[in-house]
């Protein structure tokens, strides 16, 4: 498994904005698909976003539709997580790891990777409070 680094993350009001980072210092990450998946304490971990290699493709769970945005920089080597409109409910630990170049578009194979996956790094903390 290949190391990313999630960074972004802080605390904001309901209805603000943060934009959340993904980079990685040992390899490229424009060969690969990356997803954003968030785990809220309790809760299990949830596939959120998805940003393909191959054409540029985009998932969004139902759940931060309309909200978030996710976009890649291959020359600044960064895949983004745009947030806005958020809600308490998004306050969570947030990830991001590689698929293969084309995402997947069923939600249960992001259930199940999000279940059996166990190589996952130290994520960005989330918190929307007032």
């Known amino acids: 498994q290949l190391q990313l680094v999630e960074s972004g993350g802080g605390l904001v009001q309901p209805g603000g904005s943060l934009r959340l980072s993904c980079t990685a210092s040992?390899?490229?990450?424009?060969?690969?698909?990356i997803a954003w998946y968030r785990q809220a304490p309790g809760k299990e971990r949830e596939g959120i976003s998805c940003?393909?290699?191959?054409?540029?493709?985009?998932y969004y769970a139902d759940s931060v539709k309309g909200r978030f945005t996710t976009s890649r920089d291959n020359a600044k080597n960064t895949v983004y997580l745009q947030m806005n409109n958020l809600k308490p409910e998004d306050t969570a630990t947030y990830y991001c790891?590689?698929?293969?170049?084309?995402?997947?578009?069923?939600?249960?194979?992001?259930?199940?990777?999000?279940?059996?996956?166990?190589?996952w790094g130290r994520g960005t903390q989330v918190t929307v409070s007032s």
């Open positions: 940003v393909s290699s191959s054409d540029g493709g985009t």
């Open positions: 790891v590689q698929f293969d170049a084309t995402c997947p578009y069923s939600d249960y194979v992001y259930a199940r990777f999000g279940a059996q996956f166990g190589a």
């Open positions: 040992a390899f490229t990450l424009d060969a690969y698909a």
